[in-house]
């Protein structure tokens, strides 16, 4: 009989644990690699994060970000938060991916110079992925909203 009120005492924690991973949005994404939406800084970029797992039968996501700076808008970088370093960006336009060589990967992007960034090629893998799977395409920047003027402003 203990041994019955054990599996359902597991089975009952074991939901109660997916029900949590669900309404955390980790479950409900699904699958190995999903971006968040994207989020508006006062420091003149968007992010959005990027979960993936390394392994596909890895149990939880590790994240790193996508930046969409505004004053540069064809591209989308990505940031390393363990590293705490850019490692390389997606092109829009041209829908593929430069990355950085180690010693060109900086904490800011002022630091990396125009140079450094190779031609844009396939996407890479996903970070310490032993498969070679490559990474998703980031989801489009947001697009600016047109400043909102209300009527009885003066023209000039």
Request: with cysteine; proline share 16%.
């Amino acid at each position: 009989m203990n041994l019955q009120r054990c599996a359902l005492a597991s089975l009952l924690l074991g939901l109660a644990g997916l029900t949590a991973l669900s309404s955390s949005g980790a479950l409900a994404q699904g699958g190995r690699q999903y971006y968040g939406p994207w989020s508006p800084t006062d420091k003149g970029y968007h992010y959005c994060f990027y979960y993936h797992k390394p392994h596909p039968d890895d149990l939880t996501y590790k994240h790193h970000y996508a930046i969409h700076f505004t004053n540069r808008p064809n591209q989308i970088y990505f940031y390393n938060p363990v590293e705490g370093v850019y490692w390389g960006r997606y092109d829009c336009p041209s829908r593929g991916y430069s990355k950085l060589a180690p010693a060109a990967r900086q904490a800011t992007i002022a630091q990396i110079p125009e140079k450094s960034f190779p031609a844009p090629a396939a996407l890479p893998p996903i970070p310490q992925a032993k498969d070679n799977a490559p990474i998703a395409a980031p989801p489009p920047p947001p697009v600016a909203a047109p400043p909102q003027f209300p009527p009885d402003l003066p023209k000039a």
